[in-house]
């Protein structure tokens, strides 16, 4: 097989990832402007999460951590991948059928348990609607994370990341239809979340099927690696989605305060830019590429990857945390203040997403110290980890709220993120060399956290300086444009001088890209 570039994998699907978040950005901007933060928008936004939760813990988390590393292995022992990818297929497949029925009956349930203090007021009945509607994508969307993990294990990035733009591009479109045909907006979104599922699901079978892994459907069937993937899958469903839980419990909290569902969701989706750009493509590429490594017996290689790893989240991820927490203001005003999303919005907003930034380092950590266990077919420590914090969580969200108001959920996300990332940190000191920073990892840390908080002080600066264009109509995109460029700046001429990072790396994984 086709050795996996590190580098430019991370590259390719961070740049993608970047593309659709940016789409998103655009989403959600619209969406504020449309819907602010009332009834229509908080119980859409707890509509659409119920999906995309199931989605994360069966698919993205629990399924993909499960399957990656067994398909991969079966690619490169030249097994029978394909024969084990569609018979996976059919078994998801099934299950999620059923379990979709069993949602559209329990759908006042499931939205009370994501949102209890809907229930008595119109925002109730609203999103028992909605999610009857947009629950059917689990279906779509589940599958299409198959077949992305079959082709991120053949080291075929691009598509696989460029296919959450799709979802975005859908949404917008039935934004500007509902303007257009003066349709209720929030009925119009609920449409849009099945139709972006199976316009993702076709692409991604497309390009499978061009890679010579046509998955056809079949009857599934209970197999030794169908009985290992059940095995290994059932503490993975925590494990994989321990951000997901605690983003339950949070919103679960945020119902209680009129407009924090709405708050907390704006804020979640703008540190889900850089952990999606940076969180994300690490794990996507890394997973695959420790697994064949590691079933190879290529020690050495699987420390270098995981140093990379490291390394190359951290000099990304350490400035976003540092930008999030001192300009969160000047981030939430610029984007999302306009029609019903008043100067009280960006306020509450901004809060949030200086809390979520704290938490950043860690979301990301999670995303490179956990392939290390499922690499391993191990996902009973990662689940007994989760656990924990878990309850960390849940502890601090509940006990804080009465004292903190909405914030205690922002709050209490970021602690539990933290606490999971100690304790597989810890943990993975058993793993061997693989599991090992290397010298050069070690030796930039530090000069990455230096370059980082030089440029949070000059971020301070140019706002002070900027402030008056920040909240001009006319100019204010240009001014926040020109805040992000000046700190970036100052972070790689300081990272640069301090040596955090070589230019060089990014330099060669680019020209690697450009000519695969």
Aim: aromatic letters at 12%.
């Amino acid at each position: 097989m086709t050795p996996i570039r590190l580098i430019s994998g991370f590259l390719t699907v961070g740049l993608w990832t970047l593309f659709s978040r940016i789409f998103g950005f655009v989403r959600d901007v619209a969406i504020a402007a449309y819907l602010g933060a009332g009834p229509v928008a908080e119980a859409f936004l707890i509509a659409f999460a119920l999906p995309n939760m199931f989605r994360r813990f069966f698919a993205e988390g629990a399924f993909n951590m499960a399957f990656v590393p067994i398909f991969a292995k079966k690619l490169e022992q030249s097994e029978d991948a394909l024969g084990f990818a569609r018979n996976a297929a059919a078994a998801l497949g099934m299950f999620l059928l059923g379990f979709s029925v069993l949602a559209h009956l329990a759908m006042p349930w499931l939205v009370m348990a994501m949102a209890y203090g809907f229930r008595g007021d119109e925002r109730f009945d609203m999103a028992v609607l909605y999610g009857r509607i947009a629950f059917p994508y689990i279906l779509f969307i589940s599958l299409a994370a198959l077949l992305s993990g079959v082709l991120n294990s053949i080291g075929r990035f691009a598509v696989a990341a460029a296919v959450p733009t799709l979802l975005n591009v859908v949404f917008i479109a039935a934004l500007v239809l509902a303007d257009w045909r003066d349709w209720p907006v929030g009925d119009a979104l609920a449409w849009a979340v099945p139709v972006a599922g199976v316009a993702q699901l076709g692409a991604l079978w497309w390009s499978a099927a061009r890679a010579g892994f046509v998955i056809a459907p079949q009857w599934p069937r209970i197999t030794p690696e169908m009985k290992r993937l059940l095995r290994i899958m059932g503490p993975a469903i925590l494990a994989g989605g321990v951000v997901q839980i605690n983003l339950l419990v949070g919103r679960q909290v945020a119902s209680f305060f009129e407009g924090a569902v709405a708050w907390l969701s704006y804020a979640d989706r703008l540190y889900q830019l850089p952990l999606g750009v940076v969180g994300i493509a690490i794990g996507v590429v890394l997973l695959p590429d420790l697994s064949r490594r590691l079933g190879n017996g290529d020690t050495a290689g699987g420390r270098w990857s995981f140093s990379r790893a490291l390394e190359f989240s951290l000099a990304l991820t350490l400035p976003s945390a540092v930008a999030l927490m001192v300009i969160a203001g000047p981030i939430v005003s610029v984007l999302f203040e306009r029609g019903q999303f008043g100067a009280a919005d960006t306020a509450a907003t901004a809060l949030a997403l200086a809390v979520y930034g704290a938490g950043l380092p860690a979301f990301v950590l999670q995303k490179v110290l956990q392939p290390l266990y499922f690499a391993r077919h191990d996902t009973r420590r990662p689940f007994n980890y989760a656990v924990v914090a878990m309850v960390v969580n849940a502890v601090l969200a509940v006990g804080l709220a009465p004292v903190m108001g909405y914030i205690a959920a922002a709050l209490a996300t970021s602690v539990a993120g933290w606490v999971m990332v100690w304790q597989l940190w810890r943990g993975a000191r058993p793993l061997g060399e693989a599991a090992q920073p290397d010298a050069r990892f070690t030796r930039r840390l530090w000069r990455q956290v230096a370059a980082s908080l030089a440029m949070g002080m000059a971020l301070w600066a140019l706002m002070l300086v900027l402030d008056p264009w920040l909240i001009q109509s006319g100019v204010r995109y240009l001014a926040l444009a020109a805040l992000i460029l000046g700190g970036s700046v100052v972070y790689f001429v300081a990272g640069a001088v301090l040596g955090a990072f070589n230019l060089s790396d990014f330099r060669s994984a680019l020209r690697r890209k450009s000519r695969g």
